[in-house]
């Protein structure tokens, strides 16, 4: 099993819609999750941090985590076309500074 | 706002140079990463380092070396280009708990 997974897309919404992504992680005791965007050809920005379990909610995105199911997902609603990108999960390594990427879910969004 | 600042966005250089990239973050974060980026292939640990002198191997760091002199400067070595190396390389910081920051890129070209 991977460390971290994501599923690749494309995830196709049309404008308006909610588009939703997930990621599951393997390692129980991870405290923080991340999310970034990185458009094609660009650095990975980080848009979403989540700490704890519930929902945290930040303009048109909302980061949803459950520790106990091992999963963190992100919403996006109204989606734009701008919003088209790649979106990464990234979880830490319990021992250590470093974050585990998921491969990305590539979405696209469609006027 | 965290600034991690790469030193070329672009750089095309021959079989066999001694190639140097430079990273520069500006938060007094204590560790400080390598990672490559290739299409369909993610993410990938090079190096990364948690104190000043201080680095330890990522998931891919043959061919490649690094150097942390002071603090805010981490620097990649392609000790003898090869083709193979052509990609983008991202430079990333992180202080404690806190999300990671990558610097904008640099696409570097082995001829």
Redesign the interface.
């Given at each position: 099993q991977k460390e971290v997974e994501q599923n690749s897309g494309p995830l196709s919404v049309p404008e308006g819609a909610i588009a939703s992504l997930n990621c599951t992680y393997s390692d129980r005791v991870s405290?923080?999750f991340?999310w970034y965007r990185q458009y094609s050809?660009?650095?990975?920005?980080?848009i979403m941090?989540i700490y704890s379990n519930g929902d945290k909610e930040d303009g048109r995105f909302t980061a949803q985590l459950n520790k106990a199911s091992q999963y963190v997902s992100l919403l996006i609603r109204d989606s734009q076309p701008s919003d088209s990108a790649t979106y990464?999960c990234?979880v830490?390594k319990a021992a250590?500074?470093?974050?585990t990427?998921?491969?990305?879910t590539r979405v696209l969004v469609k006027p | 706002d965290v600034k991690v600042t790469q030193s070329s966005r672009y750089l095309v250089k021959r079989t066999g140079e001694k190639v140097f990239l430079e990273c520069v973050q500006d938060m007094d974060h204590e560790n400080m990463f390598w990672y490559r980026q290739d299409p369909g292939l993610g993410l990938r640990l090079i190096y990364f380092s948690y104190d000043v002198k201080m680095k330890e191997k990522g998931d891919i760091p043959e061919g490649y070396s690094v150097s942390r002199e002071k603090k805010e400067r981490f620097s990649l070595i392609l000790e003898s280009a090869s083709t193979n190396q052509t990609s983008m390389y991202l430079c990333a910081s992180r202080g404690g708990n806190q999300p990671q920051h990558f610097g904008d890129g640099t696409r570097l070209s082995i001829l």
């Open positions: 405290q923080s991340f050809g660009k650095s990975p920005e980080l941090s990464l990234a830490p250590g500074n470093k974050l990427f998921g491969g990305g | -």
